[in-house]
Every structure is written in structure tokens, then in C-alpha cells.
């Protein structure tokens, strides 16, 4: 039953029909994740398999700088050889601000039906990084740029046992689980865990509905 106003409204006709999406992988390519970048490149690379030839996508990665793989959207093979190319230096992670970038830089100028995918930990370094002082970019405001920006947003949450993850603080985790399901719940998106290939089918599958 579809209600508008509180007034039951006839429906004539409903489906579930696929539509060609534009996707932006935005993938955490920071010193925790290098243990497992082999695993990082093999699903970005299902995932680019499992897109409709309609479909267009841009892999952007960050750590301490934000990097565009790919400007032509439509050139799969291309993309390909970057991904392969990929590595995850021990750099720290600039998450608010990357969130906040490509929401207001890339997302905002798409057209038609959009989804940012954030690949990550959901754990960000900024204030670390910058001496402890306030960051432009922060939790609110790279939300706000998210919302603003009129885009799914789905969150593969990546948890590594590697050391580097081992010995962040409770509170940090806490805090990163918040975020990326205040992001996914303020966008429209979802949240996935667990194995990381299947996280991005199921976000797949899920953008084409």
C-alpha cells in the first residue's frame, strides 16, 4: 500500500526493473590494509566483472592523498591494469576527508542513479595527522557532504587483524562502526562485512534493483 499525505493512493503498476548506474569504488589504501591487498585487488576486480556493459565506474583510492585511477568511466580494461597495479603503503588514513572530497567533487556531478561504494576500516587518522589540532573535514561535515551529494553510499567495512589494527583503541573502533552506519543509514546505502569479495557481489546485486 503506497499512502501519500496519509491518503491511500491507487497503484496501477509496480516491478522490480534493472537501471545502468554510475559507481564510484572509493577503496582505503592505507598501511593496515597492505596484508591484504592481493585479496583488495581480486574483488574490486569481480566487482568490475559483475557490471552491466551500461554501467560506468571510477576507482578512487586515499590515504594521506586521494588518487583517481580512471577518468575514462566506460573503459574497463584499462581500469583493469590499474587495479593490478595497486599497493598499500604504510601511510595513515585520511577517511572524513576523502569522504567529504569525492562526496563533493565527483558524486555531486553525476547524473542519474549513483552510488558511492567505501571500502575501509572506517577508522580516520586526520587529527593524528595533522598535530591533533580541528580538521576542515570532519565526522559531521563529510557526512553532510554525502548526504548533500544525492548518492547511495554503501560501506564495505574491512576489519584487519593485522598488528597496526590490533593496537587501535576500543574507542577508535567504536567510533568507526558508528560512522559508516550513520553514513549508510543518512544515504539510502548499507553496511557489509565478513568476506570481502561477497561484500561487493551483494552490493552489486543490490545497486542493480
Known amino acids: 500500500q503506497i ?39 581480486a574483488a574490486c576486480l569481480a566487482f568490475i566483472d559483475k557490471l552491466k556493459p551500461n554501467d560506468k565506474i571510477t576507482v578512487i ?22 587495479i593490478k597495479k595497486l599497493s598499500a603503503p604504510q601511510r595513515g588514513t585520511l577517511l572524513y576527508p576523502a569522504v567529504e572530497t569525492v562526496s563533493a567533487r565527483f558524486m555531486s556531478r553525476i547524473n542519474g542513479r549513483k552510488a558511492l561504494i567505501l571500502f575501509t576500516d572506517g ?43 590490533a593496537n587501535q583503541s576500543q574507542s577508535l573502533k567504536y567510533v568507526a562502526n558508528d560512522y559508516l ?11 557489509f562485512s565478513g568476506g570481502l569479495s561477497r561484500s561487493f557481489l551483494s552490493v552489486a546485486e543490490e545497486l542493480r534493483h
Open 3 to 41: 499512502f501519500e499525505n496519509g491518503v491511500l493512493q491507487k497503484t496501477e503498476y509496480f516491478a522490480d526493473t534493472e537501471q545502468p548506474f554510475t559507481v564510484v569504488l572509493l577503496l582505503d589504501l592505507s598501511g593496515s590494509m597492505q596484508r591484504n591487498i592481493q585479496e583488495i585487488k
Open 123 to 165: 577508522i580516520d587518522m586526520t587529527r593524528t595527522m595533522i598535530g591533533g589540532v580541528e580538521p576542515r573535514s570532519n565526522y559531521r561535515t563529510s557526512l553532510q557532504e554525502a548526504v548533500k551529494s544525492s548518492s547511495l553510499v554503501f560501506c564495505v567495512q574491512y576489519t584487519n587483524e593485522s598488528p597496526a589494527t
Open 181 to 191: 552506519d550513520d553514513l549508510a543509514k543518512l544515504t539510502g546505502g548499507r553496511v
Open 61 to 82: 583510492t586515499f590515504n594521506e592523498e586521494i588518487r583517481v585511477l580512471n577518468r575514462d568511466m566506460t573503459d574497463r580494461e584499462a581500469l583493469r591494469k590499474e
